[in-house]
Structure formats: C-alpha cells, structure tokens
C-alpha cells in the first residue's frame, strides 16, 4: 500500500467526468493521413455520376427476343426446317408478346401461326394473354381471337394453355408444357410436350375436330455461352381422328419421327 501510495500520479492524464460525451481520453487519432490513404468516403476524389439502370426506374420498358427452336429435321416422310421464337415489350405487369412457330418442307411453307398478345401479371410467375392469332402455310389463312395463361409452375415447369376462336364458329385449344433438366452448367436437356385441339373440322387445311395431334421434342443443347447454344435431339409427332384420315387420303404417315440440329439465341 505504502508503494502504490507513493507512485506519481502527476503522469496520468487527468479525465474529465461530463458524461459519455464529455468523456476525454487522450489524443487517439490525429495527425496528417499518411500518403496514399483512402478518403472519407472511398471516392478518391471521384466525383458522383449518373448510372444506367441505377436510378430506380424499376418499372421502365424492357425487351427480349427468344429464338428457342431454329433447326433442320430429318423425318420419316420429308426432310425441312422448322422454327419457334417469342419476343416481349413492357414493363414489371403489362407486356406485347409475339409468338411464332412453323414448318418448312419440300421447298414450301408447310404450316406456322403469328400470334400477337398482350399479357399482364394476375399473380407470381403467372399472367393473362390476349390478342389475335394468324395461321399461314398451306391452304387458307385463318384469323383468330386468342386469350389464355402461361406461367411457371412449382417444380419449374413451363406452362401455357390458350384459347382460340375464329370466324365461322371455329374453336381450337393449345396447351403446352416444357422442362430444363441441367445436367452440368452448360449441358441441358429440354423436354417439351405439345397438344391442339379443334372444334370443328377444316378440311381445307387438313384439320380434323377433337384432339388433332400431340407431339413430344426432347433437345440437349450446350450453352456455349448464356445467349447461345446448339443443339441436337429428337421430336415424335402423332395425329388423330380426322386429321389423320386426312393424312391417309393424302398418302402422309399419320406417325413421324424426326432427328433435328439447331440453335438456340436470345438478346
């Protein structure tokens, strides 16, 4: 005791006692900052600027086009080319889409649809369409009034079912659905299951009432990169009722395989 009593306590520093803010203890910081030190606020004497897509405009126009299917296919009955692409304009609830698909074979256009829609959100990952469909190809072309759904459903599958009525009391029904299967980053094996119905028979067009045809594609595709990617696979196609007595007095095989390479691009 008689130690610590005789220690100088002149050495340390006095503290002032006004509170947690008046609170002094000692020099901790000061001085000039050493060369090459970062300032305040990391901008390095950086001025602010304005940046693309950074000023909360979370509801301006966006665009897309997909190319999924542009390929060529060897079959049991013909040899062509075929394609399917989509493309959409707006924003988060409202979009114009465009749909097309179709077939090319001994050097004419076999069949193919040029659908115009306008799709908005009526919940998660799901949303209302409505527009106009044109067909084309061989024999007359048809106009029809289109309104449906599409969507992705749990398990991540891609749904789309629509409606379609035509002049004349005509009706049809498309539904599809397809699956992404990744077996590495790159290598992806895309099933797709597609039906159309009819509600009366055109037999201009070959079209039969009822359940018309029903086709199953299986592509395995390598992503060279996100945007870009061929690939190669296999598609079953068979149709029913009077269609398919359509294609017999037409001497067409009512089943058809074909073996198909393509590409796949989107921007």
């Known amino acids: 005791m008689d130690g610590m009593q005789g220690m100088h306590h002149g050495s340390i520093a006095p503290a002032k006692s006004a509170g947690m803010s008046g609170m002094a203890m000692g020099v901790m910081q000061g001085g000039t900052a050493p060369p ?30 997909l190319v999924d299917q542009l390929e060529a296919f060897h079959g049991h009955d013909a040899d062509g080319q075929s394609w399917e692409a989509e493309g959409w304009y707006g924003g988060d609830d409202d979009k114009l889409w465009l749909r097309t698909e179709g077939e090319r074979s001994r050097d004419r256009l076999a069949d193919g ?97 009822g359940l018309s045809d029903a086709q199953l594609g299986l592509r395995l595709r390598y992503e060279i990169n996100r945007q870009f990617a061929p690939y ?7 149709r029913y009722g009077r269609t398919a007595d359509f294609l017999r007095d037409d001497h067409q095989p009512v089943f058809d395989r074909q073996w198909i390479a393509g590409i796949r691009f989107w921007f």
């Open 36 to 65: 090459g030190a970062r300032s305040a606020d990391y901008s390095d004497g950086i001025g602010y600027g304005p940046m693309r897509g950074m000023d909360m405009q979370d509801n301006a126009p966006q665009s897309m086009l």
């Open 113 to 209: 649809d040029i659908e115009a829609l306008w799709s908005h959100i009526i919940a998660t990952y799901w949303s209302s369409q409505l527009g106009l469909r044109q067909d084309v190809g061989e024999g007359p072309n048809r106009h029809w009034a289109a309104f449906g759904v599409q969507g992705l459903s749990p398990y991540w599958f891609e749904l789309e079912a629509t409606g379609y009525v035509g002049d004349g009391g005509r009706t049809a029904a498309r539904l599809r659905a397809e699956y992404e299967l990744l077996f590495t980053q790159r290598l992806i094996l895309q099933p797709e299951f597609e039906v159309n119905l009819y509600g009366q028979s055109d037999p201009a067009r070959g079209i039969g009432s």
């Open 232 to 238: 190669v696979g296999v598609v079953w196609t068979t």
